[in-house]
């Protein structure tokens, strides 16, 4: 037998990752955070995270928020939710990541400022003009 003690490695502390995806101002309720993450909206180091997988400093995630995809790095961690600027210091975003989004999000305004719709409904004109331009799309 060896006389050398048995080492414990103690654990690294970590949070939940969908208590420190609240506490980071990402889903506004922890319910909501949990359902990202069951619906694969959420991705720790590539792979899909369940709500109860302890998050550390280090860690890469990818999140998917509506049209808006966020890859981040954890650098800090919090089980409460606290100001914006206290919780924009818990990640770090790649620039990459917030250049596309930026793009995305012009790309998306830009689709929307082509389009205004009618401030009153069509009169009998209108509404056979409309009837008519629609006959050519059926050729």
Request: aromatic fraction near 6%; proline fraction near 4%; glycine fraction near 6%.
């Amino acid at each position: 037998m060896s006389d050398a003690p048995i080492a414990a490695t103690a654990p690294k502390p970590g949070v939940r990752i969908d208590l420190w995806l609240w506490a980071a101002r990402f889903f506004k309720t922890r319910s909501l955070a949990k359902q990202a993450i069951e619906t694969g909206k959420v991705e720790v180091g590539g792979q899909r995270a369940k709500a109860s997988r302890a998050l550390h400093v280090g860690d890469a995630l990818v999140i998917v928020r509506g049209e808006e995809r966020f890859e981040i790095t954890v650098r800090g961690l919090s089980d409460k939710r606290s100001s914006a600027p206290v919780a924009q210091a818990l990640y770090e975003e790649s620039i990459e990541s917030r250049e596309r989004r930026a793009n995305e999000r012009a790309t998306r305004a830009a689709e929307r400022a082509g389009y205004r719709a009618p401030e009153t409904k069509p009169d009998k004109r209108a509404r056979r003009l409309i009837r008519a331009l629609g006959d050519i799309d059926a050729l």
